[in-house]
C-alpha cells in the first residue's frame, strides 16, 4: 500500500519562502511528483524527481531523498497567486498515482 | 505541452440517471488513462486504470458495475456513472500517459464536477 503524508496547512506572506515536506512509504517507487491545484481545477504539473538531489525550477524547486523515503517543495519569492494546495504524489511502477492529501498553502500580503 | 480534454465539465443530473463523461487526448496517443475522484477538501483517489482495447483495473472499493470505462481508441476513453446517486456528486478527473516520450509524466484533464441531486 502507499502512505504519503504531508502537512495540512501552511501560511506565509507574499515575498517569503515557504518548504513543504513530504514522507511516503510505498511498495514501489518509480517517482515523485509535486502538483498544484487551484480550488475547482484539476493538478497542474510542477516538478517530477525520480534520483536524489534538488532539481530547480525558476522559483519553485523539490528535493527527493530515496533513502528517507522524504521529499520537500520550495517556493520561494511567494506571490498571491501562489494560494492554493500542493500535491505530493508517487508513482509506482504500473504509472499509478498516489496522492497524498495536499497542503493548502495561504500566501498572506 | 500534452493536452488532455475532458467533457463535460459540469453536470447535474436527477438520481437514477446515468452520466458519461468523456477524456480525450488532444494532441498525443495515450496508451493508458486513469480516472480520479476528488471529493471536497480532499486528495485525488485513484478509481480505475485504463489500457486501450483492454479492460479496466478498478482499484479495491471501486465497483466496476457501476463505474463503466471504455478505452475505445488511443485518443478517448469514457467513464459512465450508471444509476448516479447524491454521495456520487465528486470532481472526477482523468489523466493520461503517452505513448513516447514524457518519461512517467501523467497529463490531466481539467476535471468534470458531477452534481446528482
Known amino acids: 500500500g502507499q502512505n504519503i503524508d504531508q502537512p495540512t496547512e501552511m501560511t506565509a506572506t507574499e515575498g517569503a519562502i515557504v518548504q513543504i515536506n513530504c514522507t511516503y512509504q510505498?511498495?514501489?517507487?518509480?517517482?515523485l511528483f509535486w502538483y498544484q491545484q487551484h480550488a475547482g481545477e484539476a493538478p497542474t504539473f510542477l516538478s517530477y524527481?525520480?534520483?536524489?538531489g534538488l532539481e530547480e525550477k525558476g522559483r519553485f524547486s523539490s528535493f527527493l531523498s530515496r533513502s528517507k523515503g522524504y521529499s520537500y517543495l520550495l517556493l520561494k519569492e511567494l506571490q498571491m497567486k501562489d494560494s492554493a494546495s500542493y500535491l505530493c504524489?508517487?508513482?509506482?511502477?504500473?504509472?499509478?498515482?498516489?496522492f497524498g492529501a495536499g497542503t493548502t498553502v495561504t500566501v498572506r500580503a | 505541452g500534452a493536452v488532455v480534454s475532458q467533457h463535460p465539465s459540469r453536470v447535474i443530473c436527477k438520481s437514477g440517471t446515468s452520466v458519461k463523461i468523456e477524456c480525450r487526448s488532444l494532441?498525443?496517443?495515450?496508451?493508458?488513462m486513469f480516472w480520479y475522484r476528488q471529493f471536497p477538501k480532499q486528495s485525488l483517489m485513484l478509481m480505475a486504470t485504463?489500457?486501450?482495447?483492454?479492460?479496466?483495473?478498478?482499484e479495491q472499493g471501486v465497483e466496476k458495475d457501476k463505474f463503466l470505462i471504455n478505452h475505445a481508441s488511443l485518443t478517448l476513453s469514457t467513464l459512465t456513472v450508471t444509476s448516479a446517486h447524491p454521495e456520487d456528486s465528486s470532481f472526477y478527473i482523468c489523466?493520461?500517459?503517452?505513448?513516447?516520450?514524457?518519461?512517467?509524466?501523467?497529463?490531466f484533464g481539467p476535471g468534470t464536477r458531477l452534481t446528482v441531486l
Open positions: 489523466s493520461a500517459r503517452g505513448t513516447s516520450g514524457g518519461g512517467d509524466e501523467q497529463f
Open positions: 510505498t511498495s514501489g517507487f518509480n517517482g
Open positions: 524527481n525520480v534520483l536524489d
Open positions: 504524489a508517487v508513482i509506482d511502477p504500473d504509472y499509478k498515482l498516489s
Open positions: 494532441d498525443f496517443q495515450a496508451t493508458t
Open positions: 485504463s489500457n486501450e482495447g483492454s479492460k479496466a483495473t478498478y
